[in-house]
Structures are given as C-alpha cells and as structure tokens.
C-alpha cells in the first residue's frame, strides 16, 4: 500500500465556495486521486458488516498492494530523434517529457480493467513520449510533426476515462505521443450578455469553477470525475454530470469548439442553434481523439444561483421510486437534481453513514416506526432519492411545493435536508472506493446506460438478473445496485455498480469481464444504449454495432477514415 | 394568371382543432400552396399605399403571370428500361411516374430563385422519374436500384425547401430519380410513458398533428411551412418552428431515425441522451438527402396544453425590444413563443390588418395617445412582440406575470391577445405573399440567421445597412424588415425579410443575387450563421467554409464521400 492516508475530502470548488487556482497534480499511477488520499472505512461502523455481508470480505485487512513503481518494468520510449527534435523546438525541451512515472500515468485511464493491470505492472503499450504544449499553435506544431513522423497521437486529460479511450494499441509499432492539454487551464474570457465563456480544454473542473465563480459564474458540469477530469475530456466523451438536468449535458454546453485536425484549426462559430448540414460542433462531441484535439470551447454559463439546495425523499420501493421520478421529469417542475437509488443502493448508502450521523431522521427509531406502521414502508425495500433546486428563492419554493405534491402521490415522503447536503459532500469520492475494495481483492466497478421511460423497469430487472446470473455462473459472492440519474422528457439514465470477490486463485479480470459482459450485453438486449455518458473507448466497442446499426458504424468509419486517413489519432477507440 | 383565387385560410391542424385525415395535394408548380388559394390585398386597406410607398409598385395591377403549364418545353425522361423495371417491380407502375407535372413539381423547391425560374419556364435539369415508395422496403429496392444502375436519389418531402435542396445539377448525365415519401404518412405508434411517437418521414405537418392531437398529443413543431412540409424534410433540414422555445427545435424533438443509406438500413435507437461517439443521429439532422433517405423518426410529443395563449406586447424601440428578449430568454420564465418585429416589421403587419380590425388596440386613437403622451412612444419606433404562453391554468397565470415584469422594465406594455390571436391564425400565410409581389413583379424573399445576445444589436444594424446598400448599388427601391424569434440561453435567429422592384429591363434575378448575397455575406462577417433553420443546399453553399471553417468542411466531406462513394445521392448539395 502506498504512503499513509488521509480520508477523502470534498474537493473545495462548488459553487460559491473559494477554491485555489493552481494546477492539479496528476493522479496516482495506480489508482485515483492524489496520493496520500484514500477511502476509509474507520469512521462508518455499518460499512464493515455491509461489506463483509455483501462481498463475504473481511474489510479490516488490506490483501493487496500495487506493485512498487521502482520495481516496474518500463521499456524505454522509442522516439525517433527527428521527432523529438521537431517537438522540443515547438515547445522546448522541458515540455517533452520521456520520464518514466510520466510515461506510466499517461499510459491508460483509470477504468477497472486499467487499474487492475497497473498495479500489477503489466503496463500496456506505454507512450514514447509526453507532450505539453501551452498554446493551440503548439498543438498545431505537434500534429504536424506527429503526421510527418507518421506517430499516434492521442489526447489525455485529466486521465479519468473508464472505458479503455487512452491506452494506445497493444501492437502500435508507430511512435506514441501522449498530448497533456493540462497547460491550457484558463477561462479566456465571458460574455456576459451571452453567457458564454471561452476556455481551454485542458482546465481541470475544481480550477475552471473557481475562475467562473469568482466573476458570478457557473458553468454548471459536475461529473463524478469533476475534481480530475477536463473540459475537454468531457466534450471528448460527451460526459454528464449531476447537475445536468438543470444545465445540460456537455453537448448542451457546448456551444462552439476549436479543434486540431490534419487539416487544419476547426473553428465552429457560438451561435445557439444553426442549419449548415450536419453538425460538425456534434461531431467532435464523443469522438474521443479521432478527429484531432480540442484546444478551446466556448460553453454556455449561468449565474450563480441566488439559493440551492438539494432536499432527500424517501420512497416506499424501487416501482414507485422510478414512477415518481417519471412524474417529474414530464411536470413543469425543473429540478437541477433527480436521482433516486434502488433499494441496494439505499442500503450501501446508509452503510456509509459517519458515526455523529448525519442521517439520524431517516434511520432514528421514531422515523422507522412512522415508516413502517403509518405509511407501510419496507425498510428492505425503500429508496433513497435525491431532488435539487435553483434559482430564485420564490422559483426554489414553488418548486419544491410542485416536487412534495409528486412525491407524496408516489408515497413518498421528504426527509429534509441532511442527506442531501451529504449526497453534495461526498459525490466526488465514489471512485476511491474501487481502490479501497482492490486493496482487498475485490473488483468494482459501474456501467451506465439510457433507456425510453417505458423501458427501464424491464430493464432494471433484466441487468441485475444478468449481473446476478454472472455471480451464479462464476460461482461468486457479488453485489449489484443501481440508481437513476439525468431524467429527460423521454427516459433517464440508470447507473450500475457491481462488486463481486472473486473466486479463489481466479483470474480477477477475466471473471470480471463476464460480469461487465453480462451487463453491457443486458443494456443493448433491452434496446438501451452502451452508454450514457462514459463513452465507447475500447471497453465498448464490440456494442457499437448492436446499439447504432452497422449502417452507423460505417457513418463513423466513413467520418474517421477520411478525416485521418493515416489512422494517426487515436486509432482503434470507438471503431477498429 | 392561375384561375379565380379564395383568401388564404389559416390551417385546420393546430392543436386542439379537428383536422382532416386526406393525403395533402400537391403545391401548385410555380408558386405556394394549392392552386385557388392566394394572398389578397381586397379586404386589407392599408397594405396598398404601405406597398406603393415601400417598393413603388401599384398592386391594384398585375402584370407578370407563370407561363401557361401547356406551353413549357419540358425535356422528355431519360430512364433506362432497366432501372424502370426494377422500379416498377418493386413499387408497382403506378407508383413510378414519368408523368410531365409531377417532374415539373419535383424538379425544385420554392426558393424565390426557383419560383422565378419555374414561372418562366426555366425548368432546369428535371427528374427523370417521381417514385412513391409505400413501405420502408420499397425505399430500400429503390436504392438498390439507383446504385446498380448509378442513378442519382433526391429525397422529396412537400418540396418547400428554399435552399436549393431539391434540384439535381444542371448538366447531371446519370438518370434522376426523386423519391417522394408521401405515402409514408403515418403515425405509428406512441409510447405515452416515454412520449415518444414512432412516425413515417413522409407525414405532412397538418395530418401529423391531427392523428397526434386525436390521442391528446402534439409534436408542437411549427414552421411557417407546416401545412406543406414533411417530418422527413424537418429533419433533413434542421428545421426549427415558432414553439420550439418550448418544444425545441427538430434535433431536439428527433430522438430517433431510421435512414435507408447504401450500406443498409441506419437504425438509431430512441434513448434519452447517449456516449456512443460522435452522434448519427445528429448526422443524420440537417443532412439534406446527402446520406440517404430518411424513412421513419421516433420523435418527442408532449400532452396538449390545458391552457395555451400568445400575447401582444408593445416595445418603445428596437434596442429595447432586443434587451426584452434576452431578458425574458435567461429568465425563470419559460415561453412557448418569443417574437418580436423590428419598427419595419411592425408598420408591415399594421398595414395588413383587415377592415373591421383586430388590432383596434393598437392603433386606437385612444391607446396611440397614451403611447406617446404618456409613455413617450415613437410610433415610427415602436416594436410589436409575441410571447406564447402554455400549460396549467397556474403556470400560464405566473409565467405572464413573470413576462408581464420583464417587459415593463424595458419600457413595454402588453396589448391583450387581440395580436396574438391574428398571428396564430395567420402564421401559415406569409409564403404566398412571395407569389402576390412576383405577380407584381417584385421579388421578395427571406433569409435568417443566429448569433449570439451581444452580436446582436450590431449585427442587425449591419444587415439592414448591408441590404439597403445593395438596394442603393442597383438604384432599386426596396424594404427590408426583421423578427427575432427562436430564443435560446445564448442567443437568437434574426429573420429577415427583403423586397424590391428591380430596375426596367433588369434580369430580377441577377438584382436578387446581389441582395441576397448582400444579406448573407453580412451574417457570415457580423460572427453569425449561414442558416438558422432553413439549411444550406446549394444556395448558401459558398458561405459554408467561412461559417465553419474548412476543417468543417473536411469533415462534411469525409462523412458525405465515405458513405456514398459514387455520389449518388442529392450530390452537389451542402458541399460540392
């Protein structure tokens, strides 16, 4: 195990709240976050027994470490001098970087696959070299040395993906260059009668809030991965975040993009709608590196809310859960949050629960005997939601009055606003629980899909009947639970997470990809979508056909080959 | 001139109105709408001298009249037997047409370029065939078909289009074949939990709406062609409707497509939002026929409206009118239409009012005193707005006080819904007024734009400068006027109308380039779009690249030449 921890903390960037603006350090080579910051369950006495009940592991020994990096066998970068030379003079020497943990943190994301192999040194097909230009003229400078050299060029953010979209190909003989767009951090400028910001694509979520915050603003892009991931990680990948319901999705946000492609600087225009063909703004949404770099958008901002707030409901079972949520979605309430967790979730959700709990309403003795003897609930059975609210202090109250009446039809009941404000603590720490379950053996990991509203009870039954039929083949204890999140008009996002102990002297992550295969494979049976917001990558790709058609693919073959002929960007992410 | 006419009559099928289920009859060959139906100036006593002093022309008289349909030389087909058989084998005869009218009809769409074309017998490269699949399948057998026999494929929905969409290229050798959809016209299904309908592209706006609104739903897609255009050729487009404030514009309500390409079927799923690369679905959006034909969308319905009203306010001038809007537009207030007329706009509609006036109001004696003594209105500068309202009894009552607020702090005041209800009900005429003035000869014509909120103000000042200029250069008499409408976070469409008369002896043709061109090179340099909503076919084509830039174009291309490597379907149009 790495150096001693401190548990994890909110990061310091919502909303309103001070936040510092130097440049985030890149994450552990192993796992996520920083170094020295780590999930713990010493303070939450129900997680042990939950884990040891779900997962038959014993939580209080860590198993498992990840290889030490010294001992790391790293083959030496094979960067043509030529090439290097021609890097160096566009962005001097101390901006290209063959230093080996370099080479290891940009080799691949952070998905369950990627962490597994990392700490155990199998390393992949490493990048030769890594570049960080501070200008869209450098990157100009790089792709055109890159296509003369004929080498891979690939984009790297803040690392987070999850679906294999960094990693280059295991065979790649060309020379590999990591393009870090970390020194492109800056808001360059707001206008305030438009709402539109123009920033750079490799500003961090925690720094790009906080130069918005301090002029009034809020772009209003929360993801999981907020506190390491970019903006243009998130276009790349056309990522959602919590908030979107109120603000958008990034391809909402998104109003125009700057993008270097083989042939030349992309410049789409900010206008909010526009009739010129297809649209090529839509196009580098999602594509992930395919079709160049991005350098800059310019993304629609909002106001700082004059109040917010985030109030938890309970809801009798998960049919009522996903009806009330439905409701909602189709009122003329306009929520910023709803999400709502199955009861599996509520469960591991009052199993982290701090020791001076804060969730004392909703499991005090007095609350559960109303529960269950006034409004007959199944505390085995209750779902935990969550619904936020901005604006005005009139538009917040009309709203939650709208909101209480839908709930109250679905049985429902309001809890206030405690688990809420955790829910807003705690959203960013999610994915250190993955390194904290590795510790001890265990793989986790999550798959999100979307389906038409009329869909998703079907479909929930039938993932945690494959996720669960998974578990039974194998012959592994696991676990699987789900919330809904990102309601739309027509259908809503449901976000999976799964964690199984594998079998003894097992191979980890050949038993995980029957589980992940069994879930993906649900999602495109039960005529959803491969994913919601996490991208194809390499992880999904063999769906693309099942979700988009044959005919699809080829549209984004068609796209691909012709603007990089040479399949120099990023090849073998999203299509072969 | 055509036969003897009626007034033009508003519609049957907005919501909450029975409509007739009939398969709509094609549009007259040289001009809008059915033959019978025009615009008048009879029952209108203002518009004649608004006209005679606007353009310098005497209505009283028309001099110009279409050539006579019998007396058009009209290139005889050329279709090899081959390709005729297996377009009859696959439809049956009477669904493969050489008939002389239906080629006239399906050789363009009604840009003032091709109406003027069309009325002097300048028919252009006409199709060779008219072809009128009844299933899915059939569309496939004709493209089969086509590529075998390297044919070219011109989608046709109702043949509105006035971008150029519609017609093949002038010396194109290969036969022509124009697909007309219109007997795909149905309703399929509706998921009512998802609100999600699955419809035939071929489905005119009126008969849409009347099989959704028979089932409580509507689509709330309405642009001014509603009554002669098609689903499939909203999508195509990129079209947007006068209640896509509310609803949103065509990409948002097009969940879904399915497109026969040449490499199959293209079937996209219905989901809410998805990661899986660059979007087709959006690909397909604004496509013009470039990748195939689209044969069936799932698209976003809503529930008719309890309550539904538009409203009539006044604005003491232009810049206010702007600031009120954009106002309105980031405010908690959620219109279902924001429009607003420009001082010439305005006088254009007062002048159109029939006798025993709606408008009362406005130009009472009474309310103009107050206007100007008490509120200090220009009545030269006064700008008349709309604003659409829908929904329960008590969000129509809050959103018209919240709007009622915003335009009172901008200096404006609200005139009731005498003006709203005109505009609702004559929403649909505007088209046929381009027939009147070419009978006239005068043309007239639109074009319309989008920017962002603080490009506004300037970017109309340069247009209306940029087009009187034009008019000034030709030593013509001329108008021209402006709406915004289509408002959005971090922008909106200015709409801009123009007429003149051209010069004695003059090609009005050659004098409406120089207008157009004038209108549009202003957009593309004032930082706006080409096109809003009405798209680029071959029309706005040579603004393409400097509205989105020539990497854009690199990308258009790629998609087009990788799908369709014979360009066989609608080539020339979008890009070359």
Redesign the interface.
């Known amino acids: 195990m790495s150096s001693p921890t401190q548990e994890v903390q909110a990061p310091p960037a919502m909303p309103g709240r001070g936040t510092e603006r130097r440049r985030p350090a890149p994450m552990k080579w192993w796992g996520w976050g920083h170094e020295g910051i780590a999930f713990s369950h010493d303070d939450k006495p129900g997680l042990r027994p939950f884990l040891e009940d779900a997962l038959g592991i014993d939580v209080g020994r860590p198993t498992r470490a990840p290889a030490a990096f010294d001992a790391l066998e790293i083959a030496a970068p094979e960067l043509p001098a030529s090439l290097r030379a021609a890097l160096e003079a566009a962005l001097g020497a101390q901006h290209v970087s063959t230093d080996a943990l370099d080479r290891v943190v940009h080799g691949r994301g952070k998905s369950l696959r990627d962490l597994v192999r990392h700490r155990r040194g199998d390393l992949g097909r490493l990048p030769d070299v890594v570049v960080r230009p501070g200008a869209e003229a450098d990157v100009e400078a790089i792709m055109r040395a890159a296509l003369d050299a004929d080498a891979v060029v690939i984009p790297f953010g803040g690392g987070t993906n999850i679906s294999g979209s960094l990693e280059a190909p295991e065979h790649e003989t060309r020379p590999v260059i990591s393009v870090d767009l970390g020194r492109l951090d800056q808001v360059l400028s707001i206008?305030?009668?438009?709402?539109?910001a123009v920033v750079q694509a490799g500003v961090f979520g925690p720094p790009l809030e906080a130069q918005l915050n301090e002029r009034g603003w809020t772009l209003g892009h929360f993801p999981d991965s907020f506190s390491h991931s970019t903006l243009g990680g998130w276009i790349a990948?056309?990522?959602?975040g919590m908030q979107s319901d109120k603000y958008g999705?990034v391809?909402d946000l998104t109003?125009a993009v700057r993008?270097v492609?083989p042939?030349?600087?992309?410049?789409?225009?900010?206008?909010?709608?526009?009739?010129?063909?297809?649209?090529?703004r839509?196009?580098?949404?999602?594509?992930?590196g395919?079709?160049g770099v991005i350098t800059e958008a310019t993304v629609?901002v909002?106001?700082l809310p004059e109040r917010r707030t985030i109030l938890g409901y309970l809801l009798p079972d998960w049919p009522r859960a996903l009806a009330a949520m439905?409701a909602l979605a189709?009122s003329?309430a306009?929520p910023s949050v709803t999400r709502v967790s199955d009861a599996y979730e509520t469960r591991f959700s009052l199993a982290t629960k701090k020791t001076p709990t804060l969730l004392d309403r909703v499991t005090s003795r007095a609350l559960a005997t109303y529960l269950e003897r006034r409004r007959g609930f199944d505390r085995a059975a209750m779902c935990l939601a969550f619904v936020g609210f901005e604006?005005?202090e009139a538009?917040v109250r009309?709203q939650r009055r709208l909101v209480g009446r839908i709930v109250a039809r679905h049985g429902g009941l309001c809890v206030g606003a405690s688990p809420g404000a955790l829910y807003d603590q705690k959203k960013f720490d999610t994915p250190y629980i993955r390194d904290y379950l590795l510790d001890r053996g265990a793989p986790a990991d999550v798959s999100e899909?979307?389906?038409?509203?009329?869909?998703l009870p079907g479909l929930y039954d039938t993932v945690m009947g494959a996720t669960r039929g998974a578990f039974a083949e194998l012959g592994v204890q696991g676990y699987v639970m789900c919330h809904l999140s990102?309601s739309?008009?027509?259908?809503?996002?449901l976000y999976f997470t799964f964690a199984f102990r594998p079998s003894p002297g097992a191979d980890a992550l050949a038993q995980y990809d029957v589980v992940k295969s069994a879930v993906q494979q649900a999602f495109v049976d039960g005529?959803?979508?491969?994913?919601?917001?996490?991208?194809?990558g390499t992880e999904?790709a063999r769906w693309?056909a099942q979700?988009?058609?044959?005919?699809?693919v080829?549209?984004?073959?068609?796209?691909f080959?012709?603007?990089d002929p040479g399949a120099n960007l990023n090849p073998g992410k999203?299509?072969d």
Chains 1, 2 share one sequence.
């Open positions: 206008d305030a009668a438009s709402r539109l990948t056309r990522s959602s999705d391809a109003r993008v492609t042939n030349g600087v992309l410049v789409t225009r900010p206008v909010p709608s526009t009739s010129t063909g297809p649209s090529v839509e196009m580098v949404l999602g594509s992930e395919r079709l629609q909002h106001r439905q189709v003329e306009t604006g005005s538009h009309a899909t979307a389906a038409p509203w009329s869909a990102h739309y008009h027509a259908g809503a996002c005529g959803a979508t491969l994913s919601h917001h996490h991208g194809v999904h693309l979700d988009i058609s044959e005919p699809g080829a549209m984004l073959r068609a796209l080959g012709g603007v999203i299509v």
